[in-house]
């Protein structure tokens, strides 16, 4: 089958052919439709998880996937062949991604049903970006209704399905982005965008919500500094967190997605509730992943990227 992989860490990646998995006891074939683009996939290419986790090359990228069952395997299964899924592919060896034409994911794992109503489209642009907006809000970060958040990268990924999410809850979305977004973000249901090109973060969060907000969650700073600038405008006693680890011990809570096949079925009720949609801002066949993962790295997304194998 094709696939897109790496055949060494901070490789450019190609297109390549990859013998077509074989579903083993428990786990389920899937054809993909469609894989959605997220940071972590030029991550792993540059050897984030290297000595972390085993590693097969040539590295087959990506985790998100949309598709139908093609196989059931062995024994007992909660999918038959034809079914709508969508979920994670992060089980080790890291390199057997979802770039590619087929996928093997134990039923058991980050997989669910797509809710007849959601499109398989729809619903691949959501799992890493969605449950990690889900999951922040639900324990990352302990807000009431009428809470007021500062959103550093709103305007991606995860940005965007958590300024939908935080409405949907009544909190208060300040979202700083880069670039004029207002419009976008209030769109999104963000009471206040600040275009950190334009003017000051601090000044125009004072002007949003004196005194300070109840919680900075930061999808952007790589580094304590960064971090604390953005923390530093909290009230007294919030919360602060960073999804790139960024927060210094005892300052603020470094978040780690824990993929679940019931975090996957909160989200698709979710988005079939209206709570969330993601839009997908570029769609390619896997030829262009290579220059889609360089135009993420540098910046600017507005949404999801998803891939046609
Ligand atoms: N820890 C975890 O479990 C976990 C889970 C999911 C994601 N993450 C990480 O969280 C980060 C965000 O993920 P994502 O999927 O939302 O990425 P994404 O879709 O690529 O979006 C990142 C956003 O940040 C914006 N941005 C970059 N620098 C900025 C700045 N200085 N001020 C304001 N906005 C800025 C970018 O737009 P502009 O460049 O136009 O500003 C872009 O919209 C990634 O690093 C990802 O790896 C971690």
Redesign the pocket.
């Known amino acids: 089958m094709r696939a897109v992989a790496v055949q060494a860490f901070g490789a450019t990646p190609e297109v390549v052919h990859v013998p077509k998995p074989t579903p083993g006891p428990g786990e389920v074939l899937v054809k993909i439709e469609y894989a959605a683009l997220?940071?972590?996939d030029w991550?792993v290419a540059d050897g984030l998880l290297d000595g972390r986790a085993p590693h097969v090359f040539p590295l087959v990228l990506g985790l998100d996937f949309a598709g139908r069952v093609d196989v059931v395997g062995p024994g007992e299964n909660r999918f038959v062949v034809g079914d709508a899924v969508y979920g994670q592919a992060g089980r080790p060896p890291v390199g057997t991604g979802t770039y590619a034409e087929y996928v093997t994911v134990p039923q058991d794992s980050t997989i669910a049903g797509v809710p007849d109503g959601l499109a398989l489209r729809a619903a691949a642009a959501l799992p890493?970006?969605g449950m990690?907006a889900l999951q922040i809000l639900r324990t990352g970060v302990a807000l009431e209704p009428g809470d007021s958040l500062l959103l550093?990268?709103?305007?991606?990924?995860?940005?965007s399905a958590l300024t939908q999410l935080a409405a949907a809850r009544d909190l208060r979305v300040v979202a700083?982005?880069?670039?004029d977004e207002r419009e976008r973000m209030r769109a999104l249901g963000a009471v206040y965008a600040i275009d950190?090109t334009e003017e000051s973060v601090r000044e125009a969060c004072a002007r949003a919500v004196p005194g300070g907000v109840d919680a900075v969650i930061d999808?952007?700073s790589a580094d304590t500094e960064s971090f604390d600038a953005y923390a530093s405008l909290m009230r007294p006693g919030g919360a602060a967190l960073s999804?790139?680890g960024a927060a210094p011990p005892g300052k603020g809570v470094n978040?780690?997605?824990t993929a679940t096949g019931a975090l996957l079925d909160a989200l698709a009720a979710a988005a079939l509730a209206g709570e969330v949609h993601l839009p997908v801002d570029a769609e390619y066949p896997l030829e262009k992943v290579p220059e889609a993962l360089e135009r993420?790295r540098a910046?600017?997304?507005?949404g999801?990227t998803l891939f046609v194998p």
């Open positions: 997220n940071p972590f991550q890493t970006a990690t550093v990268g709103a305007a991606g990924g995860v940005g700083v982005v880069r670039g950190a999808l952007v999804t790139r978040f780690r997605l993420n910046g600017g997304a507005r999801k």
